[in-house]
């Protein structure tokens, strides 16, 4: 069923091209306003910086656009993305050393930024009635009657207007879609952060071919120390070794709060000294084929649109626009992805596009994405570097930074050896369930109890912390789990 002529995305990037497969069924025309000249190729460009860095899509993202555009996974894996089984094909230093590998339920697929847009890019270019315009600014709202009524923007023949029955804000971070509604006349939206002053630096590397024999492994992963005491500040990094398509990888060291690494000499220097050698070694296998970037880009911002007493009629958000995270959950995309089927959802049983339509969308959206916000806080919150309205009180952070990390690290030794926690494990990991649920789940918490039970004997079933100055062990442990 039609429920307009005309929806207006204003952004074409992963909220936005996942906002257009979701609002094809539904118009007579669908457009998409992008500033950017868009690639034909996978290729970075300006609106999209963070496309340099790596880029992890969860299952529920994963799945979320394959409802979306049927056919996506598999016109990403044939563009050259890798479907892994992390638990076998990651070496992981987490606690002290190497985690064991062993076989798990969750495989993923891993590609850059840049090769999961330009897929979604062509899925969008086949639908009839989607209409990608770039080269086009978006500059303001107009509005009537406490609704939006259509678009202002400008392209390199001068300004336009267009009409437009739904409008959707998928301009990013930085949309100034708040900023119209307030000149408009609505009140600014409430606006949650937190900054945990996360940097990432990253570099590009082509794989050497064939690939040493020892690296039976295709992703590096270090975690930050658990380590209490004295130990260099590179010990705290988050450190990924990063496989993409056309035997590539994404070397990327992450920090909460300290100084990283902007030229190539101190970046190579300073991979040195991570807690493992293995990463630099690899590192000096590869041949570089970038410079390197760096963002501080990363706060957790959430406007809280829901809140509005009037929301406006015929504008919904999606991506960045309403909600980014801490990239190191990894949510950001499939958060998108998720709100996008949401919208499609609530297009199908919408009979019309009125102020009930806006405020059902924003109650539900609010649910999808206090499950990622409140995984990025559980963490967040413990970093004495955080700023923003989240940031808690002195003496809930220190219970939370002493209570957070040993939680994690205990559930991930649990995972190790319980099949069944494992599970509940990879689904708060990829969204789909909440924390909360996991820890309510009485064979979870019995997992985590006989687990510790067993480590306080020292009777654990799979072995850790294999040695982190050597290469990670390559024999697979898959049949010392439990159910
Ligand atoms: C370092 C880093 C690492 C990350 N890692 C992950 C990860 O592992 N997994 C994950 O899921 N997410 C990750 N993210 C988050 C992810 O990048 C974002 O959530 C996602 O790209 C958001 O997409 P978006 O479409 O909402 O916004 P954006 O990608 O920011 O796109 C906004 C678009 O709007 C366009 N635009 C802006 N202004 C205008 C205008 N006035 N007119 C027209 N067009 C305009 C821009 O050109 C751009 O195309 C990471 C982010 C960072 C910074």
Known sequence: MRLGKTAVVLGGSAAGLCSAGALAPYFDR?????????????????????????????????????????????????????????????????????????????TMVYSSRILI?????????????????????VTGLTTRDGGITGVAFTTSEGD????????????GRGSSVSAWLAA???????????????????????????????????????MPTPDKG???????????????????????????GLDMPRTTDAFVETARRVRTPMFAAAMDRCAPTSEVHLTR?????????????????????????????????????????????????????????????SAKFLAAQRKLLAVPWSLAMARDQGYACAEGTEKPREWKRRILAAVSAPAFSLIVGAAREDEVVDEHFAKVFNL?????????????IAGLVRYRVRAALGRHRVPFDFDAQAE???????????R
């Open 472 to 482: 990670p062990p390559a024999t697979d442990y898959s049949t010392a789990t439990a």
């Open 184 to 222: 408009a006349g609505w009140p600014e939206p409430e606006t949650r952060t937190l900054d945990a002053k996360v940097t990432y630096t990253s570099r590009w590397y082509e794989l050497p071919a064939p690939r040493p024999a020892t690296w039976w492994w295709r992703h590096l992963v270090i």
């Open 30 to 106: 669908v457009l998409v306003l992008e500033r950017d000249e868009l690639p034909a190729g996978a290729e970075h460009r300006r609106g999209v910086p963070q496309s340099k860095h790596p880029h992890f899509l969860l299952n529920s993202g994963r799945r979320a656009i394959g409802a979306l555009f049927d056919g996506f996974e598999a016109d990403l894996i044939a563009a050259g993305g890798l479907h892994l089984m992390p638990s076998m094909d990651a070496a992981y230093l987490d606690g002290a050393g190497w985690s064991a590998r062993k076989r798990s339920a969750m």
């Open 117 to 137: 847009e330009r897929v979604l890019r062509d899925k969008v270019r086949e639908l009839a009635d989607v209409e990608i315009r770039e080269g086009t600014a």
């Open 230 to 256: 004295e130990h260099p500040a590179e010990h705290e990094y988050l450190v990924n070794f990063f496989p993409v398509e056309g035997n590539r990888v994404i070397a990327c060291m992450g920090s909460w």
């Open 297 to 357: 880009s990363t706060g957790n911002k959430w406007r809280r649109y829901d809140r509005l007493r009037t929301p406006p009629k015929g504008l919904v958000f999606v991506g960045d626009s309403i909600c980014a995270f801490n990239p190191f959950y990894a949510q950001g995309i499939s958060s998108a992805a998720g709100s996008a089927l949401l919208l499609r959802d609530h297009l199908a049983r919408a009979g019309r596009l009125d102020a009930k339509f």
């Open 432 to 444: 789909d369930e909440s924390l909360g649920d996991m820890l309510r789940n009485p064979r979870v």
């Open 160 to 171: 336009e207007h267009i009409d437009a029955d739904l409008v959707v804000d998928a301009l």
